[in-house]
């Protein structure tokens, strides 16, 4: 039965991956849509749109509300750009209804320009954490991210958060799996946020790749990870 399972999701997937009208809409929830043209860039070796990384990190956000695994919260790719533009002013509102200081890890989306990168603030540890799969350096980023926790802190909680008693960190080379072709950081950055929030050691390689992206489209047809 495992097998006939497989087989039907595999077709699943290979039929998301056909031909049909490209702003044909494939999976929506979380107020955003996933169109048939956005599912095509987990397609080989194409790079993952907003669209999808968006979809996927509220999958891992709906995920991680069952018990027993960490509470998270991610902000959308379009909330570091922001932030940096407009400085704190720009995104106060973000976090309306939402405590940022009550999650356990909170994970960041970083776009730059050619390049998914991903940063991990993990409020139980008090540690910021810069996740790239090409092992480019990420202090500057955890550094505004700092400085945003802490206008945050002042003002939703009036508490001074204390640079000392945190970690920043950019994640070495050996100390995660690299990408090995100029296509799949952000299936790479989609699966850190997945293992980290998970709690679990990143195991992955490379040679998951092509198995993780007709994975995550099942999963966002679905919308529901495995």
């Not at 849509?33 to 996927?56: C, G, M, P, Q």
Request: proline letters at 4%; hydrophobic letters at 40%; glycine letters at 4%.
């Amino acid at each position: 039965p495992f097998n006939c399972l497989f087989q039907a999701m595999e077709r699943e997937v290979t039929a998301a991956f056909g031909k049909g009208k490209p702003d044909e809409i494939m999976s929506s929830a979380f107020k955003l849509k996933v169109t048939r043209e956005d599912i095509h860039t987990l397609r080989n070796l194409h790079w993952l749109n907003d669209e999808i990384i968006n979809f996927y990190m509220n999958l891992l956000v709906e995920r991680n509300k069952k018990e027993g695994y960490p509470a998270v919260y991610a902000f959308s790719t379009f909330f570091y750009p922001k932030l940096i533009s407009g400085g704190y002013k720009a995104v106060r509102r973000w976090t309306r209804g939402v405590d940022l200081f009550k999650q356990d890890l909170i994970l960041v989306p970083i776009h730059l320009r050619v390049h998914w990168a991903l940063v991990v603030i993990d409020v139980r540890r008090k540690t910021i954490t810069y996740f790239d799969s090409v092992a480019q350096k990420g202090d500057k980023i955890c550094e505004i991210l700092f400085q945003y926790l802490q206008e945050e802190s002042q003002e939703k909680r009036n508490l001074e958060l204390s640079f000392s008693e945190w970690i920043l960190h950019s994640m070495e080379s050996h100390e995660i799996p690299q990408q090995l072709n100029g296509s799949d950081c952000g299936v790479f950055m989609c699966k850190y946020a997945d293992y980290v929030s998970r709690d679990k050691p990143i195991t992955f390689t490379q040679n998951h790749m092509p198995y993780f992206r007709r994975k995550m489209v099942w999963e966002i047809i679905h919308q529901q990870l495995l």
